[in-house]
């Protein structure tokens, strides 16, 4: 179960210095609020800033000037165990099983988003 206020005080004080600013990240970060506004929603509801991801990994830029984040991935707090892959229009979301290291000692887990297409405007 996700602990919602302890996941909303994480992002409530992550910097924004602090999320990747990398070309693939801002490109993203500029647009995901505005492409995927019921995913917004959904993360929000979890506590969850959709403009502070915790890694990305996106693909190349197809001939049509878009790119596909194959994963998007996020830190919540609390317990992975009953948390369900939901599906959201056009995305899914499910606990992440490989992701980097997050440093952090608390008690919590990564979930990934798929897929995320936006276009390359960076």
Same mark, same amino acid.
């Given at each position: /179960? !996700? ?8 992002y ?5 210095? $602090? ?10 970060? =500029? ?8 995913? +917004?929603?959904?993360? =929000?509801?979890? +506590? !969850? %800033? ?6 990305? /990994?996106?693909? $190349? @830029?197809?001939?049509? +000037? ?5 994963? @998007?991935?996020y830190?919540?707090? +609390? %317990? ?13 979301? &499910? @606990? ?10 608390? =008690?919590?887990? @990564?979930? &990934? ?10």
């Open positions: /179960m !996700i602990d919602i206020q302890k996941t909303r005080r994480y409530r004080y992550l910097d924004k210095k $602090e999320v990747c600013n990398c070309a693939y990240c801002l490109n993203y970060i =500029k647009q995901i609020e505005f492409k995927y506004p019921r995913l +917004g929603e959904y993360l =929000k509801s979890i +506590g !969850i %800033d959709i403009t502070k991801p915790f890694e990305t /990994m996106p693909v $190349e @830029v197809d001939s049509q +000037g878009n790119i596909e984040y194959a994963i @998007v991935q830190i919540a707090f +609390g %317990d992975e165990k009953d948390f369900k892959k939901t599906d959201i229009p056009d995305v899914t979301i &499910e @606990v992440a099983h490989s992701h980097p290291s997050t440093n952090i000692q608390d =008690k919590h887990f @990564v979930i &990934e988003i798929y897929p995320i297409v936006l276009k390359w405007i960076i």
